[in-house]
T-cell receptor, first 114, second 112 residues
Framework: DAGVTQSPTHLIKTRGQQVTLRCSPKSGHDTVSWYQQALGQGPQFIFQYYEEEERQRGNFPDRFSGHQFPNYSSELNVNALLLGDSALYLC?????????????FGPGTRLTVT | KQEVTQIPAALSVPEGENLVLNCSFTDSAIYNLQWFRQDPGKGLTSLLLIQSSQREQTSGRLNASLDKSSGRSTLYIAASQPGDSATYLCAVPSGGYQKVTFGIGTKLQVIP
């Protein structure tokens, strides 16, 4: 079992550009959540996808959008990048929306905006 | 709105000491509580998961307790080793879709 995988590992973008990050959930998981972790901070919830729909969203602007595919994999898109978007982006997967075991996290994508 | 606080923010101990990390949360309507470890620049590694109906969980030298009514959890590390040096994060899912709220973490340094 490969666990949660994310790509790419590292990414450098210029302010104003757009970026797409990808996540494949752990086998058997159908719910994917995205988190942003700035340096020295705890991860902050961006949004959660289940059955290809955004189910819950944290306090992030509309520049942050996502998608979930029929195979449960997910993408996080960020438009009009700002310097403050530089962070570690973590993807987490779980089975279902309620109860059960906790979330499994991927290794993250380190985004640097210059 | 769920808020999670971790104390202390940083901790430095000599190798071999037993230590306790603290986590408190404001909304006791939680499904479970998870402790993670994060090495610098890396992702999260799950250490222990305590379901809301449980009082504690143990894995090797780690023991986590949960007191849901008082909104507290502790992570006990026995006989600390330099390899335990990392940031330890407490995470609590709550709400209908189990949005996870994290603490800021406790940065642990174990000195040889």
């Amino acid at each position: 079992d490969a666990g949660v995988t994310q790509s790419p590992t590292h990414l450098i973008k210029t302010r104003g550009q757009q970026v797409t990050l990808r996540c494949s959930p752990k086998s058997g998981h159908d719910t994917v959540s995205w988190y942003q972790q700035a340096l020295g901070q705890g991860p902050q919830f961006i949004f959660q996808y289940y059955e290809e729909e955004e189910r819950q969203r944290g306090n992030f602007p509309d520049r942050f959008s996502g998608h979930q595919f029929p195979n449960y994999s997910s993408e996080l898109n960020v438009n009009a990048l700002l310097l403050g978007d530089s962070a570690l982006y973590l993807c987490a997967s779980r089975s279902g929306l309620a109860g059960g075991p906790g979330q499994y996290f991927g290794p993250g994508t380190r985004l640097t905006v210059t | 709105k769920q808020e999670v606080t971790q104390i202390p923010a940083a901790l430095s101990v000599p190798e071999g000491e037993n230590l306790v990390l603290n986590c408190s949360f404001t909304d006791s309507a939680i499904y479970n509580l998870q402790w993670f470890r994060q090495d610098p620049g890396k992702g999260l590694t799950s250490l222990l998961l305590i379901q809301s109906s449980q009082r504690e969980q143990t894995s090797g030298r780690l023991n986590a307790s949960l007191d849901k009514s008082s909104g507290r959890s502790t992570l006990y590390i026995a006989a600390s080793q330099p390899g335990d040096s990392a940031t330890y994060l407490c995470a609590v899912p709550s709400g209908g879709y189990q949005k996870v709220t994290f603490g800021i973490g406790t940065k642990l340094q174990v000195i040889p």
